[in-house]
């Protein structure tokens, strides 16, 4: 009988601290919550977005952003009527472009392709996105861009 007291005892302890420890969990879930009126008297200092101007859309976004990475030529893709890329458009935009495009981006609710790159199109290539697409360029104005066949280590 004294075996099973000693059990008893036990498994109370351990109950009553598995209690203990949860009370514990749980005081510190309420308690550690940040005081909304510090947070509420804080000014916000920044303008509401279209207050500055003209808010900045989605496009002109994704055209900053290629122009940020420093490609030296950016196309842009467009169906002729107006409409949004679909997958067919898509591929045929990223087959007809050269393998050194770095960086391809569908902006403008999916009606635009922005592609990014470090070399410049071959003609064969305007050619044949422009039997298809409207293409905007909105490259720098470099002379001299390296181009994916140019020689580099020529000797003059």
Do not use: H, W
């Not at 940040?34 to 509401?48: D, G």
């Not at 055209?63 to 196309?75: H, P, Q, S, V, W």
């Not at 490259?139 to 020529?154: G, I, Q």
């Amino acid at each position: 009988m004294r075996r099973e007291k000693g059990k008893r005892r036990k498994g109370e302890i351990g109950q009553i601290s598995g209690i203990f420890i949860l009370l514990i969990c749980v005081s510190f879930c309420f308690a550690c919550k940040p005081n909304s009126a510090i947070l509420n008297s804080q000014k916000n200092n920044q303008p509401p977005a279209n207050s500055i101007g003209k808010a900045v859309n989605s496009f002109e976004r994704d055209l900053e952003t290629m122009r940020t990475a420093d490609f030296d030529f950016i196309f842009v893709f467009r169906r002729k009527d107006g409409g949004k890329l679909d997958g067919a458009d898509k591929l045929y935009i990223k087959t007809n472009s050269p393998a050194e495009t770095n960086r391809f981006i569908v902006s403008d609710e999916e009606k635009a392709v922005i592609a990014g790159s470090k070399f410049k199109f071959a003609p064969e290539y305007i050619k044949a996105l422009q039997e298809r697409f409207t293409v905007a360029d909105f490259s720098k104005p470099v002379a001299d861009a390296p181009s994916p066949n140019a020689d580099t280590n020529s000797n003059n």
